[in-house]
Every structure is written in structure tokens, then in C-alpha cells.
């Protein structure tokens, strides 16, 4: 059974940054990209993040580039979403999920975790 639990997200100031994490069970981890997506009040979904098994390949949406860095450790099958600078337009609900370089989801029929809440607020 496909798990992701995401975690890390919370309130935080324009300017400054959150390290969320995502643990996940359930398929071979080193098998698959992994990334972020992010769902922002009234909007729909959207991919911010990809990383290929060994790192060697990221895709960041032009929103996040430069301000994100995503990272991965296949040894505790956990991705990581390093963010800095944020801005008030980050604020959203924050996804796990496995991923192709378009920032598009691996498969639609894949489990959503809970999500972790970030607000950028001053």
C-alpha cells in the first residue's frame, strides 16, 4: 500500500524559509522520481518540484526557482523540500508524490498523503 507522510510545514514570515520532508512506503523508493507539489486555496494542484533517482536530474517550476532546493535520501526513502525566501504567494498545501521531470504526478491512481500546511503571513 503507497503511503507519503508529509511533514514540516507551519506559519511562517514573508522571507523566511521551511525544510519540509516526506517519508514514504509501499513501492521501491530508488525506483521512482520523486517530488513536491503544492495546492494554493481556490487553485488547483500544481508540480513545484522533481528529482531523479540519484539527483543527477531537477526540474523546479519558475515560480520556486532559486528560492527551493529539492533533495532526496534513498537510505530512509524520504525526499525533502528546502525552502527559502518565501513569499505569501507560497502559502498552499504541500504534496509527496512520485513524479516525472514535466512535473506531472507518476500516475493519477496514486494515493495523496495528508498534505502539510505552509502560510507565509506577516
Known amino acids: 500500500q503507497l503511503q507519503f507522510v508529509e511533514s514540516g510545514g507551519g506559519l511562517v514570515q514573508p522571507g523566511g524559509s521551511l525544510r519540509l520532508s516526506c517519508v514514504v512506503s509501499?513501492?521501491?523508493?530508488?525506483?521512482?522520481?520523486m517530488g513536491w507539489f503544492r495546492q494554493a486555496p481556490g487553485k488547483e494542484r500544481e508540480g513545484v518540484s522533481c528529482?531523479?533517482?540519484?539527483?543527477?536530474?531537477?526540474k523546479y517550476a519558475e515560480s520556486v526557482k532559486g528560492r527551493f532546493t529539492v533533495s532526496r535520501d534513498n537510505a530512509k526513502n524520504t525526499v525533502y523540500l528546502q525552502m527559502n525566501s518565501l513569499k505569501p504567494e507560497d502559502t498552499g498545501i504541500y504534496y509527496c508524490?512520485?513524479?516525472?521531470?514535466?512535473?506531472?504526478?507518476?500516475?493519477?491512481?496514486?494515493?495523496w498523503g495528508q498534505g502539510t500546511q505552509v502560510t507565509v503571513s506577516s
Open positions: 509501499g513501492f521501491t523508493f530508488d525506483d521512482y522520481l
Open positions: 508524490a512520485r513524479c516525472f521531470l514535466n512535473l506531472r504526478r507518476h500516475r493519477n491512481s496514486d494515493p
Open positions: 528529482i531523479s533517482v540519484r539527483g543527477s536530474f531537477i
